[in-house]
């Protein structure tokens, strides 16, 4: 079974002569451990997609299910159920506190699943290490590089231990450097902890070092296609 279903899934907005067709049906099947792009130019429909399946965003026809889990099924409450044990968001903005610190950043998306003392110690300080941030856990935002913080919100979406991490254009605050460096980690995430990614990109370099590829334009998917590595984890 896909650990991701989809099945006709649309998102209309407004109604009548105003009606807005943000995302077209779509039919789409992903597996446990991908690393896929979702890419396409602005306005085509790639954030769309990815707040549905992270289930910010409600479809107006269609099904998915998550990890065995109906998920356009759910109501607001189910629905923010579902987000905080299923999926991690890794933004482009980076979304971090900046009255916290590295550690408590972290540790904020844990603390509002309800995780014990012990347990957040132990997944935080994993995370971190995981990112290569140890040694800045008492750090604040502030004083980070825009790399680093990047590396904060992955080490904060990884603690949890969801099924999926969904990243919105997360290169788009880097410059190449930083870029390339968040990338690998993406990869080595992915490849050695079989972390299921998903992004939304219009980088090139993104692009090229996801797995799968899925192409939209004005709403409608248009191609789909394995990329560079070759893991045919993805079925339409």
Request: aromatic letters at 6%; hydrophobic letters at 40%.
């Amino acid at each position: 079974m896909a650990l991701i279903e989809i099945n006709q899934l649309s998102r209309v907005y407004g109604t009548g002569d105003n009606a807005v067709v943000a995302l077209h049906p779509v039919d789409l099947n992903i597996d446990r451990g991908a690393f896929v792009c979702v890419a396409g130019p602005s306005g085509s429909g790639k954030s769309t997609l990815l707040n549905l399946i992270g289930a910010i965003d409600t479809p107006s026809s269609g099904s998915l299910t998550v990890d065995g889990v109906e998920v356009t099924g759910l109501n607001r409450t189910g629905r923010a159920k579902f987000r905080r044990r299923s999926i991690g968001f890794i933004f482009q903005s980076f979304n971090l506190l900046p009255i916290l610190s590295v550690y408590e950043n972290v540790e904020y998306s844990l603390l509002l699943k309800g995780i014990n003392r012990q347990e957040r110690r132990e997944r935080v300080l994993t995370a971190l290490e995981w990112v290569g941030l140890s040694e800045l856990r008492d750090s604040f935002p502030g004083r980070l590089s825009g790399g680093q913080q990047q590396r904060v919100a992955v080490a904060r979406a990884i603690a949890g231990a969801p099924a999926i991490i969904l990243a919105d254009e997360p290169t788009g605050s880097l410059d190449t450097g930083n870029g390339r460096e968040l990338l690998d980690l993406f990869t080595r995430l992915n490849q050695e902890r079989r972390i299921t990614f998903i992004f939304s990109s219009h980088d090139p370099r993104v692009i090229a070092r996801a797995a799968e590829v899925i192409t939209l334009q004005d709403g409608k998917l248009v191609q789909k296609y394995g990329g560079n590595m070759g893991v045919p984890s993805l079925q339409v």
